[in-house]
């Protein structure tokens, strides 16, 4: 965060510029122009990359920032966003047109004749976990006040646009059923499955829009939803795994008693049913570096497209993650995105390995009913001739 307070008699000049502040290991700095850039009647702000023409060449820095005049009424502050790629021929962006002249009189000049302009900047970075930039907490909640249903939405639009395209050919499904059942079980395993990078730099790919200010929180909420999947996944192992542990060490303790340890074998199994009666059945698990349909392809396909919406569930969400400082919304869209990726997995397996499969072997019993057409066709010409 980086903040400038000017008087009245800086704000007549033509250019101010902030003193310059590193932020994500870049060097940055904030200019306005109090008359306008470019443009009458307007204040101008931008955000700058300090220092530019000492960078080395190629340079590039790729930055979620929001600027803001404050007002002394705080919920009249103006806040504008966006997201930009700073480099050597773009190394300043921000608005011409942030707020018309006139309107600095309602309140954005403090009682010092001082107008203060602040700015938030996220560098965007890959997460060392995998493909999916993440926010600064704090400016996560920020940004969510703005844009939660945007988000939402672009969740949702995609499951309701994957859902009528899963099944949208009855005749075909059917088919495509009978074809799956039909396939020995090892190639059907082999298809249930994709590696984790795979999917997760094809999302990036799909949900990632440059210029678009909400890609960065689709991204990190995406993130926390692959978090949930990992931590749902290995639940079951970790519980059985202490639980374990615990008992061999009892068993060492000559003062422990069998009802001791008979409890402590039984509690994993009471937590595990009671975690698989509370949170609803996945489509997808985790394992180690895979993706891994949680059940029968064709099974999971009818339950995405049935399935109802994370917030028309009840209880209203299945992650069992520590939220103690969250808010719903993040819950909300942390299961939207958890469902989203869920989807995204099965419709990639789906069109990437059993829709190819179904359609080279529906083509193969079709040249084979052509093969033995030709055949029957030269067997009657051959009786004909014959007779």
Known sequence: MSEITKEDSEICKKEIRSNVFEIGGHQWYIVFYPQGCEICNHLSVFLCAANHQKLLPGWNHFALFTVSLMNNHPNKSKHSDTLHKFYKREHDWGWKKFIEL???????????G????????QVIRKSVNGPFPCLDSQYRKELLRVYFTVVKQIFLRFMKEKRNKLMEDKTR??????????????PRRAMSREKMDVIQKLAVKHFF????VTSPLVMDFLFKGLNSLVLDTNKEKIILTISKQIVRLLKDDSDASENTLKTLEDEPKKEIAFAAKELAVPIVSVDNDMFVLADDAMLLLEKAVLEPFPDERVPPNRIEVDYDEESDDEKLLTEYARHTLEVFVLDHIFCNK??????????????????????????????????
């Open 114 to 121: 001082s107008l203060i302009i602040k700015a938030q900047v």
């Open 209 to 212: 829009i440059n210029k678009n």
């Open 102 to 112: 006139p309107r600095l009189l309602d309140g954005f000049i403090d009682d010092s």
């Open 354 to 387: 059993i829709e190819i499969a179904y359609k080279e072997a529906s083509e193969l019993k079709m040249h084979e009913e052509l093969i033995r057409e030709e055949d029957l066709k030269k067997r009657r010409v051959n009786s004909t001739k014959s007779s």
């Open 173 to 186: 499904w059917t088919s495509l059923c009978a074809f799956w059942l039909g396939m020995d079980q090892k």
